[in-house]
T-cell receptor, first 111, second 111 residues
Framework: GENVEQHPSTLSVQEGDSAVIKCTYS??????FPWYKQELGKGPQLIID?????GEKKDQRIAVTLNKTAKHFSLHITETQPEDSAVYFC??????????FGAGTQVVVTP | NAGVTQTPKFQVLKTGQSMTLQCAQD?????MYWYRQDPGMGLRLIYY???????DKGEVPNGYNVSRLNKREFSLRLESAAPSQTSVYFC??????????FGSGTRLTVV
């Protein structure tokens, strides 16, 4: 089955700096790659996604890049703000079209 | 627009007790899911329903049953709760091929 690895597990950044989270996957047939943000006590919220026919997608301060050859994709957050502090999850569709999630990255933005 | 609504938000069970977690969505989504979230393990799929009248096992189905009551509602039942089922449970729904929208979760403790 699909194996999704997410790094780092924790990330501390200064406000205004950039944050990058990387995920690798094993199934070359995977074609959908969403990213979720989870704040304390809440459910995960979809923040950006990318499909396999696109290499990069951007939405304001958030961007996702996909390298299908190397089987990895990354979340980039620029100009980080305290409200970006949360747990971020990557996910990948497996051969049956169901999502497999990474273990999560705790991002802490310090003023 | 409520999105995905889960009840209850918190529950404490004794080992061997049974209970049903309720979920309803108002987005007219065909697909619905139940996930559990444990520390350091991301989100793991318990059961899913691709459409009204169909259900299928996910990654960790043992000890659970589900019912897709209609297009809006998808319930999760624990017949005989065990301490290993202590977790946060999330219901989610999606259009086919899209990223799920999650509810706010049920925090379940089995003592």
């Amino acid at each position: 089955g699909e194996n999704v690895e997410q790094h780092p597990s924790t990330l501390s950044v200064q406000e205004g700096d950039s944050a990058v989270i990387k995920c690798t996957y094993s199934d070359s047939a995977s074609n959908y790659f969403p990213w979720y943000k989870q704040e304390l006590g809440k459910g995960p919220q979809l923040i950006i996604d990318i499909r396999s026919n696109v290499g990069e997608k951007k939405d304001q301060r958030i961007a996702v890049t996909l390298n299908k050859t190397a089987k990895h994709f990354s979340l980039h957050i620029t100009e980080t703000q305290p409200e970006d502090s949360a747990v971020y999850f990557c996910a990948v569709t497996d051969s049956w079209g169901k999502l497999q999630f990474g273990a999560g990255t705790q991002v802490v933005v310090t003023p | 627009n409520a999105g995905v609504t889960q009840t209850p938000k918190f529950q404490v069970l004794k080992t061997g007790q049974s209970m049903t977690l309720q979920c309803a969505q108002d987005m007219n989504h065909n697909s619905m899911y139940w996930y559990r979230q444990d520390p350091g393990m991301g989100l793991r799929l318990i059961y899913y329903s691709a459409s009204e009248g169909t259900t299928d096992k996910g990654e960790v189905p043992n000890g659970y049953n589900v019912s897709r009551l209609n297009k809006r509602e998808f319930s999760l039942r624990l017949e005989s709760a065990a301490p290993s089922q202590t977790s946060v449970y999330f219901c989610a729904s999606s259009v086919e091929g899209g990223g799920p929208t999650f509810g706010s979760g049920t925090r379940l403790t089995v003592v």
